[in-house]
């Protein structure tokens, strides 16, 4: 399974957007794949990697927890 997310770059003149890949294996062996709606406990996890995905598997956030 791949995940994409999008890398922005800005400047004053042009804005770049990429497209990047990765695979669920490239990830740490503790990481949690959240997609929308995902229950998740609480508890603070400070080397787990929470990877939130929008409904069509975008990554749009990643945190440590």
């Avoid at 959240?34 to 998740?40: D, F, K, Q, R």
Wanted: aromatic share 12%; net charge positive.
């Amino acid at each position: 399974i791949y995940f994409f997310f999008l890398v922005i770059q800005k400047s004053k003149t042009k804005t770049k957007i990429k497209i990047k890949a990765f695979r669920k294996i490239d990830l740490p062996e503790n990481a949690r794949i959240l997609p929308p709606g995902a229950m998740v406990t609480m508890d603070f996890v400070e080397d787990r990697l929470n990877v939130y995905l929008d409904d069509n598997d975008v990554v749009v956030n990643v945190r440590f927890g």
